[in-house]
Every structure is written in C-alpha cells, then in structure tokens.
C-alpha cells in the first residue's frame, strides 16, 4: 500500500505539473494581448502559478520518480526509459528554473515565456509514454539479477516528505525549498550503491565455501 500512495502521489503531482504549465502558457498568452492594468495583473497570476503551484508540483514530481526508481528494482540507469526520463525532468527542472520563470514579467522575451511553457507540458506527455510503453532494453549499465525493493516504511517516508519540505520552506524561509528531497536525491543512490557493493562481497565470499560441499 505504501508503493502504491508513493506512485499515486507521483502521478497526481505530474500530472499537475503538465496542467500548470498549459496554465501557464494561456495566461502567458492572454497577458501579451492586453494592456495597461490588465496586463500587470495577467502577469501576476502568471508568477503565482509559477512560484506558488507549478514548482512544487515539479519538485515533487521529479522526488517522487527518483525515489520509486531507487527503492524498487527499475533502479536509476538499468532501463533507458529509466534513464531519458530523468534526462526529460532535469532538462525540464533547469529551463524552468533559469530560463522561464525569469521571463515572467511585463518585458519578458514573449517566445521563450510560450515556447518554454508548451515545451515543458509536451515534455511531461512525452514522459506519461515512456511510463506506459517502457520501450527499449536495458542499458549496458544493468547488472545481472534484480535489485531488492526497499521495505515499506521507506516508502511511507518518502510520501511525507514533499509536505515536509513544503512547510518548513513556507514557515521558515517564505517559500517552497525542497531541502530535504534534496538530500534524500543525492544521498540515497550513495547508499544503495554501498550496499549492493556490500551484499556481493558477502555472496562472493560465501561462494567457495558453499562450492565446496
């Protein structure tokens, strides 16, 4: 049950991302149309979509895929869907991060503010096909055998952490800051990789001795 809430929460917050930047790009465009008053308060709601709905909602996307990849046994680099997809999200994480939502204001490059948005959504649908068709084989990278999946209580874990991360970043600092799936990202794949290492020395050591009976 707690996979299932993990890849639930994946999905919701994914498919919000994609909305939010269609969002994004209607707003964009209507703001463009406008004039006057009407023009600044248009970009507003553009920056609120942005700041306050469209980033946690990408944050959380890219956490929750990262996760299930590590905790289950897809792994990170065993499978090229795997892998384009998380090309896909950090492509997409850094064009909105430094290129579009920069641009969100009155004289803000109109090509990048409409392109970047619509880029962004066909890149979360081009994502939606790989989940569903899970093309190609496996990469040179994949080792033999699968890797164990994590233990329930991790998975639990990792659900609460986008609403950790969510208050202590809007009651501490005055905005979304993903601190803590950050350290989890970058930590995790550490760990796992020592503890593959670790349970193969065991098995190779056990090896000869179980060879010779």
């Not at 917050?13 to 009407?38: D, I, N, R």
Request: aromatic residues 10%; hydrophobic residues 55%.
């Amino acid at each position: 049950m707690s996979r299932k809430l993990l890849v639930w929460l994946h999905v919701i917050t994914s498919t919000g991302w994609m909305c939010m930047a269609l969002a994004l790009f209607v707003v964009v465009t209507h703001a463009l149309g406008v004039t006057g008053p009407a023009r600044t308060a248009t970009f507003d709601v553009a920056v609120l979509i942005d700041t306050d709905v469209l980033q946690f909602m990408a944050t959380t996307s890219a956490f929750t895929g990262l996760v299930l990849s590590g905790l289950t046994p897809w792994g990170y680099f065993r499978h090229w869907w795997v892998a384009a997809k998380f090309v896909i999200t950090f492509s997409q994480l850094s064009v909105g991060i430094f290129v579009l939502s920069p641009q969100l204001h009155q004289d803000g490059s109109s090509v990048l503010m409409r392109v970047g948005s619509l880029l962004m959504a066909g890149a979360l649908a081009g994502q939606v096909w790989l989940s569903v068709a899970k093309p190609f084989k496996r990469t040179p990278w994949a080792r033999p055998g699968k890797p164990p999946t994590a233990p329930g209580w991790a998975f639990m874990a990792c659900v609460a952490v986008p609403a950790v991360d969510y208050l202590v970043g809007e009651f501490l600092f005055g905005q979304n800051i993903p601190l803590l799936s950050m350290v989890i990202v970058v930590v995790h794949p550490v760990v796992r990789a020592v503890s593959r290492r670790r349970q193969a020395s065991i098995r190779a050591a056990r090896a000869p001795a179980g060879g010779g009976r």
